[in-house]
């Protein structure tokens, strides 16, 4: 038998007669600050069969009123192509600590008013925002090709409101260490509009830096991947940059002296200031010739010398002095006008008519960092700076990254944020941006959605649990009630190995006791990665802020992204290790440059410890999924293709119970089940043969036998997510092979302890029926600590109306047909006994007598028989029934057969029948 098991079946599914959807959302402003017409930018997550067009959503204010709301598509539910998550745009005002109210609603008329355009040429992309005017060089990318502010307020922009113009020296540069500079404008590849909407444009710009007239590293000098994104009403712009070496064929890792983003303001020749933060603002006067920077050099602590934020180069190597320092630069001198331990980084910059604000994202946090400004208009983001002692380098299939907020303004435009003489405050911008605000769902939508969570709806947890996260609790209280961040930060700033030294660009967000997948240095799944999936459960804003900083240390910085690569077709693991990265077990070493010029470009590399993909024993990528369903975040769901090739490649080449087949599976699956994309298919159905081995070999043992139940547990979860996706029935048997001989053990249903099996018994019991798999008590299970417990607990909590099970089969009959057929007759049981009609019919068949419990002797365990394809559907109790079983080969078989009603309440096994083939 192999019927489509729909993950969510048992949820009842809206119907298109049914009233209009309303899902409530609250908003709650998490950084202390009062903010004017915040841009909201939040994944939500739809019921099955609720919505399929897009275009049917509105959001609705706490009057009633419709708000212009921009809608992406990002996930749909395969069994119906109805909406499974969608990405909302909106803005709302709110104030310190306080919440806005918002419902979704699929009523239709959603208002689209807005002065957003994005208009696309082979040349260029041109956005306008209302108050700015941005051109993007489609040819060239040099980060804008010009910037236009409507200073006059006429809607239009005329050449005098120019206040950033071409030139190719802009945009993504890297310095090699012989003082060669490497332009994005060089070697742009692709530069596209990725979403566009009334309330927000991205624009994703990728390709390689390059040299001049051939100059430098023959291979390029990294990749660059930059998003641009660009909000309705404002001259801000939010960028995601990073330095890439993810290309399909390996060009080493080769040093480099410099990555910076650079730009020009048109500023005049007088009135040119700087206002710097470092602990404090800091104001500087830039004339010409002259530059102001800040500049973040190690970590702010007297542990500075030995917390270089990498794991591997001896104390003082890499870092010059404790934290940051506030310079002057002019005719070849440095001044020190402060310095410090922590500095914000963010600084503005103008001439008293026209300026930018530059804010990078955790400008000390991830050190090294700086921010240049010169006397001609100049401005640099150092995003791997030049300032550092040491060179800088990429590991092969990993990236670096950062994220800049610019506000262009000018100083006679209207300022939507707090300004002084025309001039806004750059920490009152910052302030509205750097802290994330979301829209969030009521804990009971979240649960019945199973809102990311794998193996469908949970039990929506428990308000008493810390952090309590209903929307109506007193906000402050749910701020300071949940994760202990500044706890964790503390521990950030010691010099041990595994928790510690975990501040600089390449850790910060996670710990060096994660970095990899093997003991002492544990990256562990679901442990790891489940902030995002606490932080919707429970509203805890330190559990929001954290696990945004973990999973975007995991998109970018991880070594798994081979871009421009077939991933699907490696037609062993041999093959697919070699052409991937993961920890040890995939490289591609073999595919590195050599010679000479390699040599001469890997000038002052050092030993250092990359981040990589974890191996298959903890193959995860709910760190991506997560942070793409809440954020809309693109990378990481490219990235969530690499992880799980790398997961099927495994899972289908190994035939054993373990952690790592489990975690493999579970990961193509995953991404299947979510994306729909066909190519991991092929992976995932060679998966369910091997763990099928698993089940064969076992069939005539009373218990499967594994030692270690943590394994076990994480094993059964990936059969059950295989058999919910794909209804591979032979999925559902080997999980109740697994359980059969444990349920009934002291430990058996202790999720509150790592041991155990609640994922395996609650499936049985969904599937079943059975009282040995029953738990008296679900609710216990509504408690976070991943989404083991809470899923367990959804399915022993399930009201079940009809708890009577088909009548067994007593009349089971067999007899020879022509070559290679044997045919069955049996009377058809009820849906309750013997009254009614029961749902569904499992056959079986096997070369060894089949009983319902083997004893380890000449039998086969019911579960582990052969499924008949394709059984007839039961008909009325009492009513003869044929099935004819057809390519067997010649020799002796018995047949036994189970029924199930609608509830799936299992009968017990029919009488068993042998016959001979021919």
């Not at 794991?311 to 010059?320: A, D």
């Not at 810390?466 to 009630?481: A, K, T």
């Not at 738990?775 to 600590?785: E, T």
């Not at 899923?791 to 009201?799: D, N």
Request: with cysteine; charged share 25%.
């Amino acid at each position: 038998m192999n019927r489509i098991a729909f993950a969510l079946a048992s949820l009842c599914l809206v119907s298109a007669a049914s009233a209009a959807m309303k899902v409530q959302l609250v908003v709650q402003e998490n950084g202390g600050t009062d903010r004017q017409e915040n841009l909201i930018t939040s994944g939500v997550p739809l019921m099955p069969g609720e919505v399929s067009d897009l275009s049917k959503l509105v959001l609705l204010d706490e009057a009633g009123r419709p708000v212009v709301c921009q809608f992406r598509d990002l996930a749909r539910w395969r069994a119906d192509q109805s909406l499974r998550w969608v990405l909302l745009d909106f803005k709302a005002t709110l104030t310190a600590w306080g919440q806005k109210h918002f419902t979704l609603s699929d009523a239709g008329g959603a208002p689209t008013d807005s002065p957003l355009k994005a208009a696309v040429t082979d040349d260029a992309i041109v956005v306008t925002t209302g108050p700015a005017q941005f051109t993007i060089n489609r040819r060239r990318f040099n980060l804008f090709d010009r910037v236009r502010l409507d200073v006059n307020g006429d809607r239009q922009f005329g050449d005098d409101e120019e206040v950033l113009s071409p030139s190719a020296d802009n945009g993504s540069v890297v310095t090699d260490t012989f003082g060669e500079k490497y332009f994005s404008a060089e070697g742009t590849t692709d530069v596209t509009v990725e979403e566009s909407g009334p309330m927000r444009v991205c624009v994703v710009a990728k390709g390689t830096h390059k040299a001049r007239e051939g100059k430098g590293y023959s291979l390029g000098m990294y990749g660059f991947e930059i998003r641009m994104h660009f909000i309705a009403g404002l001259g801000l712009v939010k960028l995601d940059a990073l330095i890439t070496n993810n290309g399909a064929k390996c060009n080493g890792s080769p040093t480099f002296e410099d990555y910076s983003l650079i730009g020009r303001l048109n500023l005049g020749k007088s009135g040119r200031t700087a206002r710097m933060y470092g602990m404090a603002p800091v104001n500087i006067s830039v004339a010409d010739g002259q530059a102001a920077e800040i500049y973040q050099d190690s970590v702010g602590s007297e542990n500075w010398k030995i917390s270089p934020g990498i794991n591997g180069p001896k104390p003082g190597q890499l870092s010059s002095f404790r934290g940051y320092r506030i310079l002057r630069k002019s005719d070849g001198k440095e001044e020190v006008l402060h310095q410090g331990d922590n500095a914000r980084g963010i600084t503005g910059f103008g001439d008293g008519k026209i300026g930018v604000v530059i804010m990078p994202n955790y400008f000390w946090q991830l050190f090294p960092k700086a921010v240049e400004v010169s006397g001609d208009g100049g401005f640099r983001v150092g995003i791997l700076p030049r300032e550092y002692k040491a060179v800088h380098f990429i590991e092969d299939a990993s990236a670096a990254g950062q994220v800049i907020w610019l506000y262009f303004y000018a100083n006679k435009q209207k300022q939507p944020f707090y300004a002084v003489d025309g001039r806004p405050e750059p920490h009152v911008i910052d302030d509205s941006y750097f802290r994330r605000a979301m829209a969030r769902c009521t804990n009971a939508h979240y649960a019945a959605c199973g809102a990311l969570a794998d193996v469908g709806p949970y039990l929506p947890i428990s308000a008493s649990q810390p952090g309590e996260g209903q929307v109506e609790n007193n906000p402050i209280s749910v701020f300071l009630g949940d994760f202990p961040l500044e706890v964790t930060e503390r521990r950030y700033m010691m010099t041990d190995y595994l928790k510690g030294n975990a501040f600089g660009w390449q850790v910060f967000g996670c710990r060096w006791e994660e970095y990899a997948g093997h003991s002492p240095w544990n990256y562990e799944p679901i442990g790891s990665s489940y902030f995002l999936f606490n932080y919707i459960n429970t509203g805890g804003l330190r559990m929001l802020e954290y696990g945004l900083r973990r999973f975007k240390q995991f998109r970018d910085v991880r070594a798994y992204k081979i871009d421009g690569t077939d991933l699907w077709t490696c037609r062993n693991w041999a093959e697919y290790s070699k052409n991937n990265v993961a920890e040890e077990w995939c490289s591609r070493k073999g595919q590195w440059p050599t010679g000479p010029e390699v040599e001469k470009y890997s000038a002052g590399k050092y030993s250092r410890a990359g981040w990589f993909g974890p191996n298959p024993e903890h193959a995860n990528l709910d760190d991506l999924h997560d942070l793409y369903c809440l954020t809309g975040d693109t990378r990481a769901y490219e990235g969530m293709r690499n992880i799980a090739a790398y997961g099927g490649a495994f899972a289908a080449t190994r035939s054993h119970i373990g952690r790592d087949t489990g975690w493999a599976m579970r990961a193509v699956a995953r991404y299947y089940d979510f994306t729909g994309d066909k190519n991991a298919l092929g992976y995932l159905n060679a998966a369910c043969d091997q763990f099928w081995d698993v089940a064969r070999k076992a069939r005539s043992a009373a218990t499967i036998k594994y030692d270690n139940n943590w394994f076990m547990d994480v094993y059964s979860r990936a059969a059950v997510m295989a058999y919910n996706i794909t209804g591979d029935e032979r999925m559902r048997d080997l999980v109740i092979g697994l359980a059969r001989g444990r349920a009934n053990q002291p430990d058996a249903r202790q999720a509150e302890r790592k041991y155990g099996w609640p994922t395996m018994l609650a499936f049985c019991w969904d599937q079943t029926g059975l009282a040995e798999f029953a738990n008296d008590s679900p609710q216990k299970y509504a408690r976070l600590g991943g989404y083991f417990p809470s899923c367990a607990g959804y399915l022993w909590a399930k009201p079940r109306a009809d708890k009577t099970p088909p009548a067994d089969v007593k009349d089971l009959a067999a007899e020879p047909g022509v070559a290679g057929e044997a045919k069955l007759t049996w009377t058809a049981p009820g849906n309750d006994d013997n009254r009614g009609t029961a749902a569904v019919y499992q056959i079986k068949y096997d070369d060894l007598p089949i009983v319902e419990q083997a004893d380890g002797g000449k039998q086969c365990n019911f579960w582990a028989a052969h499924n008949c394809p394709d059984e007839p559907k039961p008909e009325a109790a009492g009513k003869k029934q044929t099935y004819v079983v057809k390519g067997l080969k010649a020799g002796t078989y018995y047949f036994a057969l189970k029924s199930r009603d609608e509830t799936s309440n299992e009968s017990r096994i029919s009488n068993v029948v042998s016959v001979d083939v021919k």
